[in-house]
């Protein structure tokens, strides 16, 4: 018994990787990422054809786990492990797609801002309008092109906007495109900025940008404290400044959330490995998809 023991204990356990995640985590990015380009009756297809599939699914595993049981009951032999864990892959497959759907819903509800109503109108229509905004994030530079002076770029969530000779009360994501006094905006104000609507670039989850033509109106909102984390995020770009270009921009990203010094390049480089989460800490926005 004992050479057996001494048998059994010299072979080392076979290690597994467990993939399990690795299923919903895929659709579920896949349902999003989806969200960003397809409009709003793509993604009711596209959740309605998950929803359904995903309850097919989770029916016939059912089906498959009352089987099991049955056989258990009346003392005959159980299927073989391998139908086990087949019908715990169906399982997690029916949930998966759920979960997908539900990640489609979500994006559904936001593309709609993107795509339909008279503030995706204006916006196809690139036309003028005057806003009243809540700041959403900390500015970012960003640079002009062919040169021209840098620019600010304000993430901003819209309560009303009068365009065309219509006012359109509506909740939706902005960037504001200004000037140096841009710059100075804190998150949690609530301020009017007035220029021309453009389309945001496909892909990005912005229902447009407002391009200011001039500098935002007398700002109400924004306490103390946002005031004072501001300061001190910049005061640690500050003190970043020796590094190397790339560690300049992202140490203070990871430390405080900020990504006003963050290059565009390494910024686009991260959005498409997927890890911008990296620069969003302690609750800070994370900019990176503003510019």
């Given at each position: 018994?004992?050479?057996?023991?001494?048998?059994?204990?010299?072979?080392?356990?076979?290690?597994?990787?467990?993939?399990?995640?690795v299923l919903p985590a895929a659709l579920v990015?896949?349902?999003?990422?989806?969200?960003?380009?397809?409009?709003?009756?793509?993604?009711?297809?596209?959740?309605?054809?998950?929803?359904?599939?995903?309850?097919?699914?989770?029916?016939?595993?059912?089906?498959?786990?009352?089987?099991?049981?049955?056989?258990?009951?009346?003392?005959?032999?159980?299927?073989?492990?391998?139908?086990?864990?087949?019908?715990?892959?169906?399982?997690?497959?029916?949930?998966?797609?759920?979960?997908?759907?539900?990640?489609?819903?979500?994006?559904?509800?936001?593309?709609?801002?993107?795509?339909?109503?008279?503030?995706?109108?204006?916006?196809?229509?690139?036309?003028?309008?005057?806003?009243?905004?809540?700041?959403?994030?900390?500015?970012?530079?960003?640079?002009?092109?062919?040169?021209?002076?840098?620019?600010?770029?304000?993430?901003?969530?819209?309560?009303?906007?009068?365009?065309?000779?219509?006012?359109?009360?509506?909740?939706?994501?902005?960037?504001?495109?200004?000037?140096?006094?841009?710059?100075?905006?804190?998150?949690?104000?609530?301020?009017?900025?007035?220029?021309?609507?453009?389309?945001?670039?496909?892909?990005?989850?912005?229902?447009?940008?407002?391009?200011?033509?001039?500098?935002?109106?007398?700002?109400?909102?924004?306490?103390?404290?946002?005031?004072?984390?501001?300061?001190?995020?910049?005061?640690?770009?500050?003190?970043?400044?020796?590094?190397?270009?790339?560690?300049?921009?992202?140490?203070?990203?990871?430390?405080?959330?900020?990504?006003?010094?963050?290059?565009?390049?390494?910024?686009?480089?991260?959005?498409?490995?997927?890890?911008?989460?990296?620069?969003?800490?302690?609750?800070?926005?994370?900019?990176?998809?503003?510019?």
């Open positions: 018994m004992a050479q057996e023991g001494a048998g059994s204990g010299s072979v080392a356990p076979r290690r597994r990787t467990d993939l399990r995640l990015w896949a349902a999003s990422v989806a969200g960003l380009w397809l409009p709003p009756l793509g993604l009711a297809t596209l959740c309605g054809a998950l929803a359904g599939a995903g309850g097919l699914i989770l029916v016939r595993a059912a089906k498959v786990s009352k089987g099991l049981k049955v056989h258990a009951v009346v003392g005959r032999p159980a299927y073989p492990t391998h139908n086990a864990r087949g019908r715990s892959a169906i399982a997690a497959l029916g949930l998966s797609l759920m979960l997908a759907a539900a990640a489609a819903a979500h994006s559904a509800t936001s593309a709609t801002q993107r795509f339909d109503g008279l503030l995706a109108d204006a916006v196809t229509a690139g036309k003028s309008a005057v806003a009243v905004v809540e700041v959403a994030g900390n500015p970012r530079a960003v640079a002009g092109p062919g040169g021209m002076d840098a620019r600010w770029a304000v993430p901003v969530w819209t309560r009303e906007v009068a365009t065309g000779g219509v006012l359109v009360r509506t909740r939706a994501r902005l960037v504001v495109m200004g000037g140096d006094a841009w710059g100075d905006v804190v998150p949690g104000q609530t301020l009017r900025a007035t220029g021309k609507l453009r389309q945001a670039k496909p892909g990005e989850q912005e229902a447009g940008k407002l391009a200011a033509s001039a500098a935002p109106g007398k700002a109400t909102g924004g306490d103390l404290l946002e005031a004072g984390a501001r300061e001190l995020r910049g005061r640690f770009v500050s003190a970043s400044a020796f590094l190397a270009p790339d560690a300049r921009g992202l140490l203070p990203g990871m430390v405080t959330g900020d990504t006003s010094a963050l290059d565009e390049g390494l910024g686009n480089a991260m959005k498409a490995v997927g890890m911008t989460h990296l620069t969003a800490v302690s609750g800070v926005k994370d900019n990176l998809g503003d510019g």
